[in-house]
DNA sequence: CTACCTTTGCTAACATCGTTAGGTATTTTG
DNA sequence: CAAAATACCTAACGATGTTAGCAAAGGTAG
């Protein structure tokens, strides 16, 4: 039946469609001002047509910040294919969630519930522990030789996530400057640096 | 005139009151279902008399994050009375922050955005700077005899402001265990501890 | 006391929002 | 061809933030 799959490709097609215009429009004005009509209005359908596709509102916040996470692990990814050497790998990793939060600032927000509505109502996402769990690997390999217990290791992963997302979130709320950014950055290099050194 | 003395004291009454119950909605329903005609409800008025005191909605929650913040600067100068040693004294700075932290967890989510609408569109507010402040008085004085330039004492500031901070956050968007509680407390007394020595 | 003005509070509306009920074509199926 | 399903729309509901405009009350000046 080639119709129905037509059929099956069009309505993908409108479905990630949505997703893309309400992306651009989040980009463009802020995730604050994201309205269903004027994601209707993008697309050239009328309103209940996105109901069709996505439960609501929050749904549709929720599978862009999916979206997000897929972006950041395949950068992640890609970290991990590419270097052998544990530090080395967490220190990409790091560079690698810094510049996506920078670079995809509505993004993190989504992901991490920055300034959001609704996102801590809703059920906590295990791709929470996207990040999480690639530093985490890391970090064991670090510390396989060394004698840590699984706690001490555990701390460790916190520690290292906490002070990441806590200089982005600080940053991203007092973000007046470009000296911040700059100086920020290198918090994070020297925190990096002097944390893999106690490990 | 003790006429218009009265009038005034009403007036001032009746802003604070506007505030009082807004933090009582807010903590029993959560900031996302605070509406101004709920408010208006709970003082026995009618919707605008607010708009009398208050520019908006924003300014309300503006209003009562300022009072979060005064709140936890009170703790901060009670520690700074009462402890001498800086390396003490940046102890209690940190067990404060994340006391305050998880005892007025909406107040937390006001003054850092968590979670929150609008708060990143306005201006940013020097209140941020509270707890940065108060910490970076304390670690001054540890590092004043080592000899640490003003950009490493900065960049040590903010490291230590971020991992609390991060973990706060982390915390509390995936507050589904009591186990993270308890354990992300351990984590943040490990980091602290670990940091204070390395000064 | 009367005329005025400021304050205080209200009702009612506007625009916008998320969401849904219900209807009308059109297309697919039996 | 009739029936059922699909695609899509208009129009509404209820709730939101915000404001215009009016009525009553209180104080002030002649």
Redesign the pocket.
Known sequence: ?G??E???R??EH?RTNILAVALRLVKDEGWQ????????DAI?????????H???????LYELSLDGFRLLERTLEKNKRNIRDPRELLKAHAESYWNFAFKNPEYYQLMYGLGMPCSGSGKVKPELNVFRNHIGEAIEKIVTDKKSTDDETCFKIHAFWSVLHGLISIMMMRCSDIDDSTMNKKVMDDTVEAFIKNL
């Open positions: 039946m119709i129905t037509r059929k099956i069009q309505k409108m001002s994201l309205s269903i009509r004027k994601i209707a050239e359908y009328s309103v209940p047509v996105i109901y069709d996505f439960a609501n509102k929050e749904d549709i």
